[in-house]
């Protein structure tokens, strides 16, 4: 459990176990689709280790703030990492009128249920509700490409939540990879999450996505101090000919990896 997690620093074979492992209870609770959230979980499983990999070790007392979250990967957080308290938001749903509600699975591997609750917030203009530096770490995945009006509300509100010191872990699509140039000159759109969508749910499509120097601006004026920004290719690779290509035109190859990780 979240005790015992504090004493050691899982594998990565125990982290994309786990995540597989509460998919699918969450699924057992809510069986709406499980080929593609299984499918999900495996397309993006290389994100998952490489954020985790970033996240600080919990010291007592710590706690941990996931933004938007994809739940399998807080439970496995929760699971691995120590903190004392790991909290999440979720989107809002077009017309939904509850602050919040507690997500859980019963685990059977070990006859235990896990609760995490979960706040209910459009990150375009709600007020996050937790006390000032309440959080030593504070995760934003996969989330900002989601926002449709303006990304320094959702940016003052972590900055107003996470401890001096603390940690803010952020990651986007890079809309300057080179496999979204490649698709671009094949006549092919490049960004293939922009459709419209009748569900709701803000997060089924990105509104915006960003160039590595506009995280690089917006975490400045958003007074976080950049310790690294990169561009590892998670997912959709160009081909090494491409990239040599845009070398040969002239133009830099750098930061041009599939997600942007700051």
């Known amino acids: 459990g979240a005790a015992d997690a504090a004493k050691f620093k899982p594998s990565p074979e125990d982290i994309r176990r786990d995540v597989s492992y509460f998919a699918k209870l969450s699924l057992e609770l809510r069986p709406a689709d499980r080929k593609?959230?299984?499918?999900?979980?495996?397309?993006?499983?290389?994100?998952?280790?490489?954020?985790y990999r970033m996240i600080p070790q919990a010291a007592p007392g710590d706690r941990l703030l996931d933004i938007a979250a994809f739940f399998p990967f807080t439970f496995a957080l929760y699971e691995n990492t120590g903190y004392e308290q790991v909290r999440s938001t979720c989107f809002r749903r077009s017309g939904a009128t509850a602050t919040n509600y507690y997500q859980e699975v019963k685990d059977p591997?070990?006859?235990?249920?896990?609760?995490?609750?979960?706040?209910?917030?459009?990150?375009?203009?709600?007020?996050?509700?937790?006390?000032?530096?309440?959080?030593?770490?504070?995760?934003?995945?996969?989330?900002?490409?989601?926002?449709?009006?303006?990304?320094?509300?959702?940016?003052?509100?972590?900055?107003r939540v996470m401890r001096v010191?603390?940690?803010l872990i952020l990651t986007t699509p890079n809309v300057l990879s080179a496999y979204n140039l490649e698709e671009f000159l094949a006549g092919r759109h490049p960004n293939g999450a922009n459709k419209y969508s009748r569900s709701g749910v803000p997060a089924v499509r990105h509104?915006?996505?960003?160039?590595?120097?506009?995280?690089?601006?917006?975490?400045?004026?958003?007074?976080?101090?950049?310790i690294s920004l990169e561009t590892p290719d998670i997912?959709?690779?160009?081909?090494?000919?491409?990239?040599?290509?845009?070398?040969?035109?002239?133009?830099?190859?750098?930061m041009r990896g599939s997600s942007i990780t700051a």
Request: hydrophobic share 40%; with cysteine; charged share 25%.
């Open 207 to 226: 509104n915006r996505e960003y160039t590595p120097e506009e995280v690089r601006i917006l975490l400045a004026l958003s007074g976080f101090e950049v």
């Open 109 to 159: 591997k070990f006859d235990r249920v896990i609760k995490i609750c979960s706040e209910v917030l459009d990150l375009d203009v709600d007020t996050f509700p937790y006390p000032d530096g309440y959080f030593a770490t504070v995760l934003c995945l996969e989330t900002l490409e989601h926002l449709s009006r303006d990304p320094m509300w959702m940016m003052s509100q972590i900055n």
């Open 235 to 254: 997912w959709a690779p160009a081909a090494p000919a491409f990239v040599e290509r845009i070398r040969n035109l002239g133009y830099s190859a750098e």
């Open 36 to 51: 593609n959230l299984i499918s999900y979980v495996e397309y993006h499983a290389e994100r998952f280790l490489q954020t």
């Open 165 to 167: 010191g603390g940690t």
